[in-house]
């Protein structure tokens, strides 16, 4: 490090994004008001990222309409009116879609370009990009926008090849309507995206097979139109509501209970879970304090809700297989639903518990399992994502001399701050691993990066400073935190995508940081603050 740098290299943009869902259209607009140039390349044939592409039936946003939207300008949040407590796909897509627009954001994206390889020079100190459609562009940052949830998963697709109807991802749903209509459907997972799709499918299916290896925990939604009530408060409190979120541990202007599930008697308790269910949504999570850190807190929260679907389901075999025994609740992903356990009643609905007849092998009609063949005629496949560095590591990345980010991260991802990697030189992760990214709101973890990018760059211009990068002692200080504080809580007891046990040989590391949205906000301000301390910042 430390070395000179040719600032008068030739750069075409200053900064290429790669990617625009919430991350990248944001990343575009804020360059801009800070007087930066900025190019976005984006895979989809529309902006949106994850919502362009997840469009199976019942996609639906977990965090609630008002909480789940961009804070930076208040007169969009004026202008932009939510129908429903829950946001639809479609809904928040052409959300995505008025935000490009309002702010002029299309004349700098190019769609159906995939980035290919990133590779920095260490004696320019710019990065060149080469991209699917044969195009080399160099630029002095290069900002990843590229999703945590954004690299679908889909086992068992060779041996899938032999049969003969259609099959589907729901990470990759087809643009056009796609109508089971009379047809025997399979559906292979039990995660969000099958906890949502379920219930609808099953309302169009003539059958509908749902096959389970892990049951979740999963909390009904009470979607219903937007409380316009609070609409008008958060409109006519715009600052406080939006500093509510930012100051909290999620990034949502959920109520947490600052109490122990011990600090009460059971009656109390039953009464909050009762409250919190019928309310509904992931603020359940919230309901005492020590849920996620106490495991005998936990099982008392995870039993009333086992109970729920006892209470629910009406065969009772079906509602013990459905029941989550292996692991706490909210170790994986709360999942929020629209009557998924009720579905489980309709008469054309099968569950298949693969921990008792596991899948031998797809054949030319359906599925075997270990019990017998069940003929189909398509298959879904809700069976997730390569998540948090999925789609990083889909880019062949090179920082200084050639260092490949495919090799640096062989044993599992290693960054300072979730935002920087040692020997990757002004390339930034937006809500990379390491940083709180998918355990909080999104939109707010996104924005966050995103200022605290802005601040830096024009800190950069200012100074003259061209090049920035993570010392190693600061990566491997942050490393050994997140995984300290992971290990405070009941998180790394799952096998989760969070610790990428659904990927089979993907190194074991918990990869998002679990102290929240404002403690993390304060460690990067107070880093800024302290002269970028960690980093390493260079002139020409
Ligand atoms: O994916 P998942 P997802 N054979 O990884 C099963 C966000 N999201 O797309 O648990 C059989 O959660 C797998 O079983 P197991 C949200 O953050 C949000 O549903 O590995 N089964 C699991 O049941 C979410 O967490 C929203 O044993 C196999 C399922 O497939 C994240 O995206 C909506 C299998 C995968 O579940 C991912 O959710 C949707 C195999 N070989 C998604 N491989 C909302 O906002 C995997 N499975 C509401």
Redesign the pocket.
Known sequence: MGHNHDVDAEVDVDVVVVGAGFAGLYRLHKMREIGITARAFEQGGGVGGTWYW?RYPG?????ESIDYTYSFSEELQREWRWTER?PAQPEILRYLNFVADKFDLRRDIQLETRVESASFDDVTATWTITTDRGEVVRCRFCVMATGC?SAP?R??LDEAAVFDGPTYH??LWPHEDVDFTGMRVAI?????????SIPQIAKQAAHLTV????P?FSIPARNGPIDRDRERWSDEHFAEFRSLARQSGFGSSNVFNPQSAFAVTAEEREAEFERRWQTGGIAFLGSYMDLLFNEEANELAAEFVRQKIRETVHDPEVAESLAPRNHPLGS??L??DIDYFETYNRPNVTLVD?TKTP?VEFTAQGIRTSAGDHDLDAIV?????D?MTGALLSIDIRGRDGLSLRDEWIDGPRTYLGLMVSGFPNLFTITGPGSPS?LSNMVISIEQHVDWLAALFTHMRDNELVCIEATDAAQDAWTAHVNEIANLTLFPCA???YVG??IPGKPRIFMPYVAGVAVYRQRCDDVAANDYEGFELTRA
């Not at 996609?59 to 965090?63: K, S, T």
């Open positions: 997840n996609a639906r946003c977990d965090v829950y949830l998963k086992p068992g729901t990470g292979i997972g039990t995660g969000s995206s099958a906890i949502q096959f389970q290896r892990t979740n994986k992903r999942c929020i693969l899948i496949f809700a069976t997730g994502f998540a998918v096998n989760s995508w046990a659904n």
